[in-house]
């Protein structure tokens, strides 16, 4: 277990449900990450949240938006979503943000296990 | 445009052999590098970090290089084992200021017993 958890492990969603992914973190980190991870692609980062403040959108659809009330929780709020759309999301956290300068072992990302998302 | 590659994209790999996974990168202006393991429905785990001024690190049965100059850096594994079946994922961090990882696409790796 690496200290965070997702929920749901997988969902099935129609293109006009609304849905939420959840991300936990018990590690005590100041960042959390969104990334997506499509067949054959290489992961991508969709959102960063630095004390729970925004500090990067990946250019991401509107029909994804991102939630993070406190610095252990994330959530991934998803409404009219596409067939595309359909990935493993898997969220991170890290004591530091990467880019903060740090480096080494303080900007480590620790993954969830991860949310196997189909639309219908 | 910052992009990496991993060949192959699969391996298979009797018990016991040494072996060596790539990943090359087309900017070689970066701050790290960095080597996953993803296990089939699970998230990705860090097994080696590197930072732009290092040469390699060492972890256990693991040793990654960098060669920042021809944009490369290998994972080498020691005495494979079965355990070591998983998806070999490496990143490379832009240079300090960006948050950016761009992620390769991975070499699933088989070891048989």
């Known amino acids: 277990e690496t200290g965070v958890t997702q929920t749901p492990r997988h969902l099935v969603m129609g293109m006009t449900n609304k849905k939420s992914l959840k991300c936990e973190q018990h590690l005590g980190h100041n960042a959390m990450y969104w990334y997506k991870q499509s067949a054959k692609k290489p992961l991508e980062l969709m959102f960063v949240y630095n004390f729970k403040e925004q500090t990067e959108n990946n250019s991401v659809p509107s029909r994804f938006s991102p939630e993070c009330p406190n610095s252990s929780h994330l959530f991934l709020h998803l409404h009219t979503l596409q067939p595309e759309d359909s990935a493993l999301y898997l969220c991170?956290?890290?004591?530091?943000?990467?880019?903060?300068?740090f480096g080494g072992g303080q900007e480590t990302q620790y993954f969830g296990p991860g949310t196997r998302l189909l639309v219908l | 445009k910052q992009e990496v590659t991993q060949i192959p994209a699969a391996l298979s790999v009797p018990e016991g052999e040494n072996l060596v996974l790539n990943c090359s990168f087309t900017?070689?202006?970066?701050?790290?590098l960095q080597w996953f393991r993803q296990d089939p429905g699970k998230g990705l785990t860090s097994l080696l970090l590197?930072?732009?001024?290092?040469r390699e690190q060492t972890s256990g049965r693991l040793n990654a290089s960098l060669d920042k100059s021809s944009g490369r850096s290998t994972l080498y594994i020691a005495a494979s084992q079965p355990g070591d079946s998983a998806t070999y994922l490496c990143a490379v961090r832009r240079t300090s200021g960006t948050y950016k990882y761009i992620f390769g696409t991975g070499t699933r790796l088989k070891v048989l017993a």
């Open positions: 590197i930072q732009s001024s290092q």
């Open positions: 991170a956290s890290s004591q530091d943000v990467v880019g903060a300068g």
């Open positions: 900017d070689s202006a970066i701050y790290n």
